[in-house]
C-alpha cells in the first residue's frame, strides 16, 4: 500500500476542487496514482451530476460577454438550485466563461455547446460536473442567445438575476447601456408595434372587448374603446412605444430619433423565469425525516 502524504492530497485538491477527506480516500483506493484517483473523482462527479439532475435549479445568474470591437457578444442564464450557491465564485465565473465560450465558438444549441471549450481549458460539461461536485448543487445551462452584427452591441446586468443584450446601429456606447438598462426596468416584449406576436395581440383585443361591451354604449364607441385600449397597451409592450425611464417625457423612439440610432435586435433573461420552483413545507420535512 503507497503512503499518501498530505502533499499528494493537496494535489488532488488542487486539481478536483473537492474536499480533503474525500481526495484522501480516492488516493487510498488507487494506491497512490494521482492520475488513476482523479479519474475515478471525475467519474463520481459525473455519476453524481446524473442523480442531482433530478433537482429543481431555479436560482442562478445570467451573465454576458462582448468582444472588444463590440460585434459579437453573448448571454447565458446557468442555474443552480439555491441563492446561495449563485453567490459563489467559482458558480460566477463559470458563467462568464461559458458566455465567452458562446460568444467565440458559436454553438448551435445547448447540447453542442457541453463539448465546447472553456477559456479555462476544460469543456464545459466537464466543468459543470465538477462544479456539482464541488457545489453539491445541481447545476444547469439553461439557455444562450448570441449575437453578431455590423452595428454595435450594449449589454446590462441588473445585479445577476437580470442581464439584457442590445444589437443597434448609431448613436454610442452610452446609448446602448441606456437602452439596455431601460429593457431591464421596462421589460417591453418585443422593438415596435409589428413584431407583437398576432395571438397575443388578439387575445388582448378579446378581453378588451368584452370589458367595452359591459358598459353598454353602442358598438361604435365600444370599437373606439377597444381600439384605444389597443393602442395603450402596444405602448407598454413595445421597446419604441414605452417611455424612457430615465427621461419619461420622451418616449425611446424619440431617443432613438433624436441620436440618429435604430434597435435591430435585443434579448432578455432573467433567472428562474417559467421555471416552476418546487414549494415546500419545511416543518413537514422535519416531522417526515423525524420518523425515518
Known amino acids: 500500500m503507497a503512503e499518501i502524504t498530505a502533499s499528494m492530497v493537496k494535489d488532488l485538491r488542487e486539481l478536483t ?8 480516500k480516492a ?38 460577454f462582448i468582444s472588444a470591437d463590440r460585434k459579437t457578444g453573448a448571454l447565458v442564464e446557468v442555474n443552480c438550485e439555491t441563492d446561495f450557491v449563485a453567490k459563489n465564485d467559482d ?26 471549450k472553456l477559456a479555462s481549458g476544460s469543456a464545459v460539461e466537464e466543468a459543470r460536473q465538477g462544479l456539482v461536485m464541488k457545489l453539491g448543487e445541481n447545476t ?13 452591441l450594449a449589454a446590462y446586468l441588473h445585479g445577476t438575476k437580470i442581464g439584457v443584450l442590445v444589437d443597434y446601429t448609431g448613436g454610442d456606447e452610452a446609448l446602448g447601456k441606456d437602452v439596455a438598462m431601460h429593457i431591464a426596468a421596462s421589460k417591453p416584449v418585443c422593438v415596435s408595434k409589428e413584431q407583437v406576436p398576432a395571438d397575443l395581440l388578439a387575445k388582448e383585443r378579446e378581453i378588451y372587448t368584452a370589458q367595452a361591451a359591459e358598459s353598454g354604449k353602442p358598438a361604435n364607441i365600444v370599437e373606439k374603446m377597444v381600439e384605444g385600449r389597443i393602442s395603450k397597451y402596444l ?31 435585443f434579448q432578455m433573461f432573467v ?21 425515518v
Open 17 to 24: 476542487g473537492l474536499g480533503m477527506m474525500e481526495c484522501k
Open 27 to 64: 488516493l487510498v483506493e488507487a494506491n497512490g496514482d494521482l492520475k488513476a484517483a482523479e479519474d475515478a473523482l471525475r467519474i463520481k462527479s459525473g455519476a453524481k451530476a446524473g442523480k442531482a439532475a433530478s433537482r429543481i435549479a431555479a436560482e442562478g445568474v445570467v451573465a454576458s
Open 91 to 116: 458558480f460566477n465565473n463559470f458563467a462568464k466563461e461559458v458566455a465567452q465560450a458562446v460568444a467565440q465558438q458559436i454553438p448551435a444549441d445547448v447540447a453542442a455547446l457541453a463539448t465546447m
Open 140 to 152: 444547469t445551462v439553461r439557455r444562450f442567445v448570441r449575437f453578431s452584427t455590423e452595428g454595435q
Open 235 to 265: 405602448a407598454e409592450v413595445t421597446l419604441l412605444g414605452q417611455q424612457f425611464v430615465k427621461d419619461p417625457d420622451m418616449t425611446v423612439e424619440k431617443l432613438l430619433a433624436s441620436k440618429g440610432a435604430r434597435i435591430n435586435a
Open 271 to 291: 433567472v428562474g423565469e417559467g421555471i416552476e420552483k418546487r414549494s415546500s413545507d419545511f416543518a413537514a420535512e422535519v416531522a417526515a425525516a423525524a420518523k
